[in-house]
């Protein structure tokens, strides 16, 4: 006999990021989702937010990778909380991995809470964790064909940092078909040039990003 | 890449949904999988058929939709299928860019069961 499921695979992971979301509404806390290759730059942005938004805003950080706590490291040295996830192989953060960890952070006292997903354009893209934003690094080196090659991660995300600008004359990376590639999937999306490096473009994202959280609270 | 999460999923729902059915052997899973989920279908069959050993879906078949990846173009309107090179040219219009209209779908539609014969027996009684 047939029995109708009519589920979403993913159905699971979609209830406990609405859990997620309810915790952190509850508490006030806004979150990002942070996603992009290796060496995109994640763990510099992180950098580069935090000590723009520090003493304002009380940051926290979950850095998740495959193995290793070199980018939890990192962060910490800018004095918020961190936890490290390790996936032990797994390509992407779920929301249940993000669950375990909130009792390590004390949430009454986080305004806005980052997490850089595992490195990677295609995994993450389905796993939804309980963020207010799916930001996407995409950085110069990469090459600005990516949004067509990733299709999916690229039209699910709410704003996309073109990382790494001051490498802009050095590669035939341009911008004209970045924004085409990237406005032929998602009309309105918000785009933002920086480069974490000289610091260029940051104010401008971080203003974005402030009246992001001020509307959502 | 991302096939042995999807799989684990899929195989606690299908168990799930056969033990709450009184099943005795799940026969056949049928999903649907979009285009641009990404998600390979034979390394689903692969991981599932490893993950259910000894279990109720032992030797299940996994039947596989697949679901084209359809837009609407943002200049005209008209509604094109986009293929694997993921072209977003309009055809009508020629103009790039389109709104993603299908080809995310990841679900279980259904799952074809077989009951215990004691459970039969005390139905026809």
Not at chain 1, 44 to 72: C, N, P, R, Y
Not at chain 2, 9 to 36: M, P, Q, W
Not at chain 2, 69 to 77: E, L, V
Not at chain 2, 90 to 111: D, M, R, T, V
Request: hydrophobic residues 40%; proline residues 2%.
């Amino acid at each position: 006999m047939e029995i109708k499921i009519l589920e979403s695979v993913l159905e699971r992971n979609n209830k406990i990021a609405a859990e997620n979301a309810k915790t952190f509404k509850e508490n006030g806390v806004f979150v990002l989702n942070l996603m992009a290759s290796p060496g995109a730059g994640k763990t510099s942005f992180i950098i580069k937010t935090i000590q723009g938004m520090q003493g304002s805003f009380k940051l926290g950080v979950i850095e998740g990778d495959i193995a290793s706590k070199v980018d939890a490291e990192k962060v910490q040295e800018t004095g918020v909380p961190v936890i490290q996830i390790n996936t032990g192989g797994a390509c992407h953060l779920d929301s249940i991995m993000i669950q375990k960890a909130l009792p390590h952070f004390d949430l009454k006292n986080l305004d806005l809470l980052i997490i850089e997903n595992v490195g990677n354009l295609v995994c993450p893209a389905e796993f939804i964790l309980g963020e207010n934003l799916k930001v996407i690094i995409l950085s110069v080196p990469e090459g600005d064909d990516k949004p067509l090659k990733y299709p999916l991660m690229f039209s699910e995300s709410d704003v996309i940092i073109l990382n790494k600008i001051d490498l802009l004359g050095l590669t035939d990376f341009s911008l004209e078909r970045v924004y085409q590639n990237i406005k032929g999937l998602r009309k309105d999306i918000k785009i933002f040039e920086v480069s974490c490096k000289t610091g260029d473009g940051i104010e401008d994202w971080l203003t974005w990003l402030k009246e992001r959280i001020e509307e959502a609270m | 890449m991302h096939e042995m999460a999807v799989t684990q999923s899929i195989f606690s729902t299908v168990l799930d949904y056969a033990e709450k059915n009184d099943a005795s052997r799940v026969l056949k899973v049928n999903l649907k999988i979009g285009k641009i989920t990404g998600v390979v279908g034979d390394c689903v069959k692969f991981y599932f058929e490893v993950m259910s050993k000894g279990t109720l879906a032992e030797g299940a078949r996994l039947e596989i939709e697949e679901v084209v990846t359809k837009a609407r173009c943002y200049s005209c309107g008209q509604e094109f299928e986009i293929k694997d090179n993921f072209d977003l040219v309009c055809p009508n219009c020629s103009n790039f860019g389109a709104e993603i209209l299908s080809g995310k779908e990841l679900f279980i539609e259904s799952i074809e069961i077989e009951r215990n014969l004691v459970e039969n027996q005390n139905r026809a009684d």
